[in-house]
T-cell receptor
Framework: DVKVTQSSRYLVKRTGEKVFLECVQD?????MFWYRQDPGLGLRLIYF???????EKGDIPEGYSVSREKKERFSLILESASTNQTSMYLC??????????????FGAGSRLTVL | AQSVTQLGSHVSVSEGALVLLRCNYS??????LFWYVQYPNQGLQLLLK??????LVKGINGFEAEFKKSETSFHLTKPSAHMSDAAEYFC???????????FGKGTRLSVIA
């Protein structure tokens, strides 16, 4: 069964800590995405990547960075966590072209609480 | 720029009743449109997608959606609600096959026995 795996389902961190959220997909997808989900706001795009070592800013990149050193892995980094980054973080991947392009496969999510 | 508006943050229906979840989009080019569903404590999964083929799109679990260009709408329907349909539903739009999806704010569907 193909899937997107997010390493941590629940995290609790303190203000100012550096936080790493890891995402791995086993579908050989070119594209990978990080969204955050907040009640009443839906999903908002943080960063995305169309290839290894490539990254593009989404709609709300402030306070975040990403790393994509391998095709299957896309990491989201909070350099200095703040309470307003308490949220559900969703990783997704998709094919670049052909059948199924732009169809996102999502991970189960990582719920981050910053105290 | 693309955008999606989902009318109604919460919809409640009785079991066996029609489900109608509304989605209107804004796109400067012919859009790709999607509906995703999120069950509690899970990620999103694809219900159906429109990619300029048939305007009536059938998805999983008995759901379907109709693309109406004149109304810029892509409403999701199911003839008869089941308790297991209780979830949050998201409409999304993309302007091409390889641009990030823009999601609506979601509609939570409750099904009453």
């Amino acid at each position: 069964d193909v899937k997107v795996t997010q390493s941590s389902r629940y995290l609790v961190k303190r203000t100012g800590e550096k936080v790493f959220l890891e995402c791995v997909q086993d579908m050989d997808h070119e594209n990978m995405f990080w969204y955050r989900q907040d009640p009443g706001l839906g999903l908002r795009l943080i960063y995305f990547s169309y290839d290894v070592k490539m990254k593009e800013k989404g709609d709300i990149p402030e306070g975040y960075s990403v790393s994509r050193e391998k095709k299957e892995r896309f990491s989201l980094i909070l350099e200095s966590a703040s309470t307003n980054q308490t949220s559900m973080y969703l990783c997704a991947s998709s094919r670049r072209a052909g059948r199924g392009a732009n169809v996102l496969t999502f991970g189960a999510g990582s719920r981050l609480t910053v105290l | 720029a693309q955008s999606v508006t989902q009318l109604g943050s919460h919809v409640s229906v009785s079991e066996g009743a029609l489900v109608l979840l509304r989605c209107n989009y804004s796109s400067s080019v012919p859009p790709y449109l999607f509906w995703y569903v999120q069950y509690p404590n899970q990620g999103l999964q694809l219900l159906l997608k429109y990619t300029s083929a048939a305007t009536l799109v059938k998805g999983i679990n008995g759901f379907e959606a109709e693309f109406k260009k004149s109304e810029t709408s892509f409403h999701l329907t199911k003839p008869s609600a089941h308790m297991s349909d209780a979830a949050e539903y998201f409409c999304a739009v993309s302007s091409s096959g390889n641009t990030p999806l823009v999601f609506g704010k979601g509609t939570r569907l409750s099904v009453i026995a």
